[in-house]
């Protein structure tokens, strides 16, 4: 069985840490659980894919992590402000659906049998992720808000270091728990806080979605725009429109005006990094 799931580990993007998590659920006879925690992923990652499509960003790749399912895009141009939001909207939904069921536990209390586990796995992967540990979600929030004073490549390495610090934590608890009450899964959330320290591949990228690549455009009609210079390349991309060109109006803080058609804007973006303004472009 390993083997085989190695092969399909080839074929499908799954984090061998994902793959240990379902050997142990099957070693204690809980693959029902096993399935519960799937769908509980499942949501949870709908919600980072459902709030980055609305705010833009299009979806390159993806690989299956006991933390959930890491939506990876592209390049790594978003704006930090962005991926908070993002990363807050995977344990937000897992919250929703543990609200949900224990309303519903009010009004028909014989479901509370046969939901328990789902609340229980939706609670516990939405704490979890929200550790500030690289690449959980909080790690990401943390990593969102620190890159506006700090490289982020210092500020993912300031979050490792809380990976560190609770893994070794969590390793040590196991270490005593195995003399007290045994806890394996405080030395299996050890382990995969320390994947996130030595697998930097995890982190999640996102790129902006060119509307300019749709093959339907009105190109008699285009749509003038206008906007000030302190907006920024990605935040004028949000305002593309499918089905016709648009044309800003930029209105620069020297007071001359410029004209930025998809095109142009599109070689902005590959030129320049996609949070800077067109103030400090056109300067």
Avoid at 36 to 59: N, P, T
């Amino acid at each position: 069985m390993a083997v085989r799931l190695l092969k399909l580990s080839k074929k499908i993007p799954i984090h061998p840490s994902f793959i240990l998590l379902f050997l142990w659920f099957c070693i204690t006879g809980n693959v029902g659980g096993f399935l519960i925690f799937v769908c509980v992923v499942l949501s949870h990652e709908y919600g980072h894919y459902f709030v980055a499509k609305k705010m833009g960003y299009k979806l390159d790749a993806f690989i299956i992590a006991p933390y959930g399912v890491c939506l990876n895009y592209k390049e790594r141009a978003f704006e930090e402000k962005d991926e908070i939001c993002i990363a807050l909207a995977g344990p937000c939904v897992n919250l929703l659906v543990c609200l949900a069921i224990t309303s519903l536990w009010w009004v028909f209390p014989d479901t509370y049998n046969f939901t328990y586990d789902l609340v229980n796995q939706s609670f516990s992967l939405a704490l979890f992720n929200l550790l500030p540990c690289y690449p959980l979600d909080g790690g990401r929030v943390a990593v969102g808000f620190l890159s506006q004073f700090f490289q982020r490549k210092t500020a993912v390495k300031i979050t490792q270091v809380c990976n560190v610090v609770l893994s070794i934590f969590l390793l040590v608890a196991f270490c005593v728990s195995c003399f007290v009450n045994f806890n394996p899964s405080l030395c299996l959330c050890g382990c995969f806080l320390l994947f996130g320290v030595f697998e930097y591949r995890a982190e999640c990228k996102y790129q902006p979605s060119f509307a300019l690549k749709k093959k339907v455009k009105n190109f008699s009609k285009p749509s003038f725009l206008n906007i000030n210079g302190t907006i920024s390349i990605s935040q004028a991309i949000k305002h593309i429109q499918l089905n016709k060109i648009t044309i800003f109006v930029v209105l620069l803080s020297n007071g001359k005006c410029k004209f930025v058609d998809e095109k142009k804007l599109q070689l902005l973006a590959l030129k320049y990094p996609i949070n800077t303004t067109f103030d400090e472009i056109f300067k």
